[in-house]
């Protein structure tokens, strides 16, 4: 059987991948922070910040996938705004250096990446994988992100990098905040509710990981986000709806939503277009490219 090796596997979307590539006959091996009580999967400890790594870890890894990296949902003071920046940038340049090393060369590596490459900019523009990083927090971690990612191409690997949206998920994720308010009857669009709100149903998300693993034509960045572009006031209308909750409340002004969430207001308050495009010109055809469709599984 063939390695993949998968940091950030008892996450979201790591724990979802590493079960279909399991049942798929690959063997998958897992990065921990700490030993797991019960896993299907061997597990081998680690820690880029102290520079740690299980002995046999990387031994006959024939894919990489890089999904470590800490949330971005919580308040962005100075020294989490670094722990976000280091648990995606160090740790990948960790076990480049890891590999080269001891001198491993994996197929390919995948490692996710997010849409905020293209910043928070709530227009018309559709952004697509040609455009350039946006000079913001997000934008420049994910380009220093990727960029320790391609490097991998030193070591012979075929790289992906997958541009993530926002995740709905029938269990935990954005979803579980999003539908609080609502549930509570204390829902409403978030300032104007112009601001455009880029998403991917769980399942297609590990779909596209799965075809990255499998086709050897896939190389570089590649959107990971429905073809459906859905506004903050379409969004929360839509769960409201799936949930049977009338929404009564006008929409939560900015100013508000800027002191309760600081800096990381800009995730609520703008939203950009992003286009499908590739990954679907690659062969990719999304189970969930309406958000009605994903809601009602989610939800329902």
């Known amino acids: 059987m063939k390695k993949i090796l998968i940091s950030g596997a008892t996450g979201l979307v790591g724990n979802k991948l590493a079960r279909k590539l399991f049942e798929r006959g690959y063997q998958v091996e897992i990065l921990v922070r700490s030993k797991p009580q019960n896993s299907d999967f061997k597990s081998y400890e680690w820690n880029y910040e102290k520079k740690f790594l299980e002995e046999g870890a990387l031994d006959n890894t024939y894919i990489f996938i890089h999904l ?24 990948a340049q960790f076990i480049f250096e890891e590999m080269q090393k001891r001198k491993i060369y994996p197929e390919a590596v995948i490692s996710s990446s997010a849409v905020g490459i293209y910043g928070q900019t709530t227009s018309q523009q559709i952004f697509t994988e040609n455009d350039q990083p946006a000079n913001d927090y997000l934008g420049n971690v994910c380009k220093d992100w990727e960029k320790k990612a391609f490097q991998f191409q030193e070591l012979g690997s075929r790289v992906v990098c997958v541009r993530t949206s926002t995740v709905l998920s029938e269990k935990g994720g954005a979803l579980e905040v999003l539908k609080k308010p609502i549930e509570l009857n204390v829902g409403a669009a978030l300032g104007t509710g112009d601001q455009y ?91 969930y490219n309406n958000l009605d469709a994903a809601l009602s599984d989610v939800i329902n």
């Open 197 to 287: 709100f880029p998403w991917i149903h769980i399942d297609d998300l590990v779909n596209i990981y799965f075809k990255a693993v499998e086709d050897v034509s896939m190389n570089g960045a590649y959107n990971a986000s429905a073809p459906d572009f859905i506004n903050n006031r379409e969004l929360t209308t839509k769960i409201a709806s799936h949930l049977d909750k009338k929404l009564w409340l006008p929409n939560i002004p900015k100013f508000i939503i800027k002191t309760v969430l600081g800096e990381m207001s800009v995730l609520a308050l703008e939203g950009s277009r992003i286009s499908a495009n590739k990954i679907e010109n690659a062969g990719f055809k999304f189970q």
């Open 68 to 91: 470590a990296g800490a949330s971005i949902s919580k308040r962005w003071t100075k020294a989490y705004k670094e722990e976000v920046y280091k648990s995606r940038v160090d740790s």
